[in-house]
């Protein structure tokens, strides 16, 4: 949500997880269970900010391998809504900046509506995506992963219900009052290029796969916590994309390094994952790394059922400029913080995860919102 005073959101949170993990500790009693560092894991779900999406980033998910032989299939499906103007009149009454309004935007924006140095962006984006993920236990220490995905652009439905929240809230993004809902426009300029210009639609277009490998150093005990080393590689379908491949893909091979740990204390379990991904840019427009950090709480209401509680981090795919000025580049590419919420269910060979992301800094900088379903079955 935007527009709202800022405040050291992650701190707070930070140590209220903080808090609530030491509670789980000395107040909530014992499971009936025994010792399960990895639980049922935090939510998996990647980053969904459209200049992210045809890059590598990292995906939480339980810091345990399955065991030789074992296999999990899942499909997951998420919906992003995204809405970052710039140049909205409410920064600048004057328009001493170019402003773009619903009237520039149906004119057809051009390099002459942003900045002609550091970034300009107008993205009205509602995302569909859709993701086949596949692991399975090598040893029972090593898995084995990939994942599949394709995504849809487009004007989306949920432009007036995201206002009717915030405006419950008193958050209401003012840049959304001039501009029309459900449309779909895609405009990131960096020193007036063009990174992605384009109001037409997108339709199923295949992601480019990602492989892991997850290896497993130990379950941990009543004091030690699980540890898993993870790593990710993304390998492009085609190195030369088109305009409209370029969408969801940099047709460049990425790669990530994440460490990922769990402990167990009564009845919750924190998750704490953090590392890198190393993308591969040539034109510069990116930063070369983004840097992750985890931090989730999964409270289990008993041995098949969790609620989670997540605070995301990260270092922005857009680079900085080095000025150090509070202006569209800074902003644009200042860290993000997102929390997310949502309910885990395991059971024999059933999974189903269902939960909901919003952003919460007034940075400008990343997706509103995100509605994600997540099922499948595993088999050990």
């Given amino acids: 949500m935007r527009h709202r005073s800022h405040v050291r959101l992650p701190r707070r949170l930070w140590r209220a997880a903080g808090f609530a993990l030491c509670a789980g500790i000395f107040v909530l009693p014992a499971p009936v269970w025994a010792v399960d560092n990895g639980g049922l894991g935090p939510l998996s779900v990647r980053n969904q900010f459209p200049p992210s999406l045809p890059f590598l980033s990292f995906t939480p998910e339980q810091t345990s391998t399955l065991p030789a032989g074992g296999f999990r299939f899942t499909y997951q499906y998420s919906v992003a809504n995204t809405f970052i103007n710039t140049q909205s009149p409410d920064k600048d009454p004057s328009c001493s900046d170019p402003c773009i309004t619903a009237a520039e935007v149906e004119a057809g924006l051009t390099a002459g509506n942003f900045p002609a140095t550091g970034y300009g962006a107008y993205i009205d984006a509602e995302s569909a995506r859709h993701q086949l993920a596949f692991r399975y236990g090598l040893a029972d220490w090593l898995e084995l992963g990939l994942d599949l995905a394709w995504l849809s652009y487009s004007g989306g439905a949920l432009d007036s219900n995201i206002e009717s929240v915030e405006k419950s809230f008193s958050a209401f993004n003012e840049s959304r ?204």
């Fill in 177 to 380: 009052a001039f501009s029309e809902r459900n449309r779909f426009d895609y405009y990131l300029f960096r020193d007036g290029e063009p990174i992605f210009a384009t109001s037409d639609t997108l339709q199923n277009q295949a992601e480019d796969p990602v492989m892991h490998l997850k290896w497993s150093w130990g379950d941990g005990g009543e004091f030690l916590p699980a540890v898993s080393v993870k790593l990710s590689y993304k390998y492009p379908l085609d190195f030369s994309p088109g305009e409209r491949r370029r969408l969801v893909s940099s047709g460049r091979v990425d790669s990530g390094a994440y460490l990922l740990l769990s402990k167990e204390f009564g009845r919750v379990v924190g998750h704490y994952q953090f590392g890198s991904t190393f993308i591969d840019d040539p034109a510069n427009n990116f930063s070369s790394q983004i840097r992750h950090k985890v931090f989730a709480l999964e409270v289990r209401a008993d041995s098949r059922n969790s609620w989670l509680f997540q605070v995301v981090t990260r270092s922005n795919v857009l680079r900085k400029s080095g000025s150090g000025k509070v202006d569209n580049d800074f902003l644009l590419s200042r860290a993000t913080d997102l929390l997310a919420i949502g309910h885990k269910f395991k059971g024999d060979t059933f999974l189903f995860d269902i939960g909901v992301v919003e952003d919460f800094n007034s940075r400008l900088n990343d997706t509103d919102i995100v509605l994600f379903l997540d099922f499948g079955w595993e088999f050990r």
